[in-house]
């Protein structure tokens, strides 16, 4: 193995540590390519069978500007970003600063720069934070002596990576081939060259203490690399969807540009609407003629589909609809994660309205969640909401191979040929379901309509009818609130203290839970998928044994935990931990929050 | 002799009463698609009749069609989904001036430059009805109104001049003064191979002002044909168009004497190109794998 002869290589005279986990990040200016180089490295390492994850993180600047990624690789499932990175790679200062929090260095981080820059300012003192070892490395001189010219900076970076830390070398290697090999022998050439030179200079400059990453426990090849856009499209494409119409929006957009690629082969279209409004109405029209349909979105064009989303509740449509949230309101921050669009997902619109609520928590069960979104739209005939976020949706993950056989895809009710002889499209029935029909199904026609109807479909504005209506339209989704594979336990049913966390950073707290059981901590954790309606009896039992709780959330107001609020009595020791968009959490932070609660006055 | 067709007007009727006031326009205009309907002799089940919010957006339910009453504004990309969704059906979208020009406006020139074969009928009174009386994008400037008692400031939308302009392959105005000469229209409209629209003045009796009532319709409409005016000539098509407000011209206003293929259509080609690519369902992640 490559990376174990390296250790040898290198390691001889100094200390040499080999970990199953190590947190990378980049930064610099647009053109730097330091997102294409984290990309490289995650691909290189997921064929070679890790597991991986990167986030990538831009100014919002079309062109140029900042941009950065964190890299973490793992040879255990790899739960979240990570907190403090181990290595950081700064090509420029300016635009590492600017990633602020993102970016974290602890006393534990490699610190590589380019030597041209000059060393660390004064501000990296100033933050409190002395990294262990400073690198200053000749990276563009490196490149020019290697590669003839500055263009494969990138090459030179990932060369030094993998000469230090032992990633994925013939990975890399096989990376630079697929990515160049066809554009020129000259351009592989010297990106080859570059590698070599990179791999060369970290041999010959070993690091105080050597730190390589163990083998990958996977397989070669037994890796999906995705991120969450692409498998909510894939997972969706699955399931059977047959129209998507939408409107670009950062940072859902990706979704309707992997189906507008794919749709077609499995029969089905994309229509990129004129507005939000446009998309989420042929949508609904697609659905009322019988299609699985979907549309994609985020916060702004949740506050302009509301309205067309009370239709698809009063006219018991199917629809899908992912919000990938982003930092609100308004505009706010289009290219960072939040968790504030829950009320918008649950609340938005007029009327009384019951609309199910479901969170994937990371790249891999994004796909699940959707295949679920779809199935529950389907079955019971409403609008449903997934609730994505911009980190899981634009991160990259190298996770196992899902398998799909295991998966149930439901279809919605049809009326059977004795319904049709005397058919009621809105029929008050036991579950709430009634069977339903399409245009071109003989004997089924009926008015479909945003207006209250009565079984048929037939206007009305009876009181009477209205009441039997709204309590159809909110039992059928009763048994929702049952469905126990909606939720994630983990701990003892006893423990005292708890994490509660949704979304991207369920993966957050699922490491702070570990670390914290590590710690002696007796603690349990709750990941709910659905969030609304709110299942009271699970969250109830889970709260029962709580003295110290949190509810961790990225937004300013904490949204998950007012709704428990509303709908059952969640302990007084239960706190809300909330912080605004842009503000990862870290795994250890919130064990060290948890454990503060003991303090806390009950 | 003729072989008879497979279906008659009243088979499209439903046993709905209309809400619309005794000589609305409306009533007539449903008489004119029922005929239409009948015609084509498409089977009820295999319309859809799509509306949006108004007086004129009732129409749907007053049919045996599948019909969808939808949102204020939103019946043309509703209407769209239902035809990609579906393109064997027979897909009609109904509405007023309101409904089309005012709070919808922003879907019509994405409508007809995407080319579906559906068909639009407006049913223009230049005035909101349902909501008893307001200033409508159609009305003629001053029109005194609940909201606006001092006479409006704005000039009207020339509905005619906007479908002409936004290159729509069909556009045509009718009026229920002239029955025969409305059905004709619609069905003319429907049997049209892409996006056609149809003006329809159909005058409100309760809000409408006394020059816009049938009668006088009946006095001051004049058919293109009589004209002399030739569909194809989009440019004359466009200069009569401009006489909206003040002459009733009835009749084809420009018909594409070379309709493209329509969206659906193009979208079939795509799905047959592309399906030979199809992967198996199971397999659809696997694209993703990393080798």
């Known amino acids: 193995m490559t990376h174990a002869q390296l250790g040898l290589a ?528 699970v969250f109830g039992d889970f709260f029962a044994s709580v003295r110290h709780g949190l509810v961790v959330e990225l937004s300013h107001q904490g949204q998950l935990y007012r709704m428990l609020r509303m709908q059952l009595d969640v302990p007084r020791g239960v706190r809300s931990l909330a912080r605004s968009g842009a503000n990862p959490f870290q795994p250890a932070e919130l064990v060290t929050r948890l454990e503060g609660l003991k303090e806390m006055p009950q | 002799m003729t072989a008879p067709e497979p279906f008659q007007a009243k088979d499209y009727k439903s046993d709905l009463k209309p809400i619309w006031c005794p000589g609305c326009g409306d009533f007539g205009v449903l008489q004119g698609l029922y005929r239409a309907l009948a015609a084509i002799g498409r089977p009820p089940h295999e319309v859809a009749f799509i509306s949006g919010i108004g007086c004129s957006s009732r129409i749907p339910g007053y049919t045996t069609a599948y019909g969808f009453n939808s949102v204020h504004g939103r019946s043309l990309p509703i209407a769209q989904g239902v035809k990609l969704a579906n393109p064997e059906l027979l897909v009609v979208v109904a509405g007023g001036d309101g409904d089309g020009f005012s709070i919808g406006g922003g879907h019509v020139a994405h409508a007809v430059r995407r080319n579906l074969n559906i068909t639009y009928l407006v049913m223009d009174n230049q005035v909101y009805g349902l909501t008893k009386g307001q200033l409508s994008p159609t009305s003629p400037k001053g029109l005194q109104t609940v909201t606006s008692p001092l006479g409006s400031l704005e000039e009207p939308v020339n509905p005619l001049l906007f479908l002409l302009a936004y290159g729509a392959g069909f556009v045509a105005q009718g009026t229920p003064a002239d029955m025969p000469g409305l059905a004709s229209l619609i069905e003319e409209a429907i049997r049209y191979p892409g996006f056609s629209f149809v003006n329809i003045q159909s005058p409100c009796v309760t809000f409408g002002e006394d020059d816009q009532q049938l009668k006088v319709h009946k006095a001051k409409m004049k058919s293109l044909a009589s004209l002399k005016h030739d569909p194809a000539d989009q440019l004359r098509a466009m200069d009569l168009a401009r006489a909206y407000g003040t002459e009733l011209y009835t009749g084809v206003f420009y018909r594409n004497p070379n309709p493209p293929l329509p969206y659906e259509e193009l979208i079939k080609i795509r799905q047959a190109e592309e399906s030979k690519k199809a992967r198996p369902r199971h397999n659809i992640i696997d694209a993703y794998l990393q080798k």
């Open chain 1, 10 to 537: 290198c390691c001889s005279a100094a200390p040499h540590i080999m970990v199953d986990d190590l947190i990378l990040g980049m930064a610099g200016a647009g053109g730097d390519g330091v997102v294409s180089a984290g990309e490289s490295l995650l691909s290189a390492a997921s064929s070679e069978g890790y597991h991986a994850m990167m986030t990538k993180s831009f100014g919002s600047q079309i062109r140029g500007g900042e941009s950065s990624c964190r890299v973490r690789l793992s040879t255990k499932k790899v739960l979240n970003p990570g907190g403090a990175l181990d290595v950081m790679v700064a090509l420029n200062w300016e635009d590492f600063f600017k990633f602020g929090a993102e970016l974290p260095l602890s006393v534990d981080t490699v610190l590589i720069h380019e030597e041209k820059v000059g060393p660390p300012p004064e501000t990296l003192a100033a933050r409190g934070v002395v990294p262990r070892e400073v690198l200053s490395v000749p990276i563009s001189e490196l490149t020019k002596k290697s590669a003839g010219s500055d263009k494969a900076k990138t090459s030179v970076v990932l060369g030094l990576l993998s000469g230090w830390f032992g990633i994925a070398r013939d990975g890399i290697a096989r990376g630079l081939k697929k990515k160049f090999g066809n554009k020129g022998e000259g351009l592989l050439e010297a990106n080859e060259k570059a590698l070599a030179a990179g791999i060369e200079y970290a041999q010959a400059h070993p690091l105080a203490q050597a730190r390589t990453i163990a083998p990958p426990n996977g397989t070669p090849g037994s890796k999906l690399l995705c991120d969450g856009n692409d498998m909510t499209a894939a997972a969706a494409l699955f399931a059977g969807v047959q129209f998507f119409g939408g409107y670009p929006i950062t940072p859902s957009t990706e979704i309707m540009q992997t189906l507008t690629r794919e749709i077609w082969k499995y029969g089905g279209t994309v229509l990129q609407c004129e507005d939000e409004i446009a998309g989420i109405g042929a949508s609904v029209g697609a659905s009322f003629a019988g299609k699985k349909s979907m549309t994609a979105t985020s916060g702004p064009g949740m506050d302009l589909k509301a309205e067309i989303l009370g239709l698809a509740t009063i006219a018991e449509l199917p629809l899908v609809l992912v919000d990938v949230q982003r930092g609100g309101p308004s505009t706010g921050l289009p290219t960072k994660p939040e968790q504030s669009d829950l009320f918008a997902a649950a609340f938005s619109g007029h009327g009384d309205v019951l609309r199910p609520v479901l969170a994937p928590t990371d790249v891999e069960d994004s796909f699940r969640i959707t295949v679920e979104a779809f199935n529950i739209a389907e079955h019971y005939q409403t609008p449903v909401i997934i609730l994505s976020d911009q980190e899981i949706a634009q991160r990259k993950e190298a996770v196992d191979r899902i398998d799909t056989t295991k998966f149930e895809i439901l279809e919605r009710l049809k009326p059977s040929a004795k319904e049709l002889e005397s058919y009621s499209r809105f029929k008050l029935t036991e579950s709430g379901i009634s069977p339903i029909s399409h245009p071109g199904m003989k004997g089924g026609n009926y008015l479909g309509a945003g207006i209250e109807h009565n079984e048929k479909g037939d206007p009305t504005s009876g009181g009477v009818m209205h009441a039997k209506m709204n309590q159809k339209r909110f039992k059928k989704l009763d048994p929702l609130k049952q469905r126990a594979d909606l939720f994630e336990l983990h701990g003892n049913a006893t423990a005292p203290f708890a994490f509660v966390a949704w979304g991207s950073t369920a993966g957050v707290c699922r490491e702070a839970y570990a670390l914290a059981k590590k710690a002696g901590l007796d603690v349990k954790l709750l990941v709910p998928y659905l969030l609304w309606p709110i299942a009271e009896q």
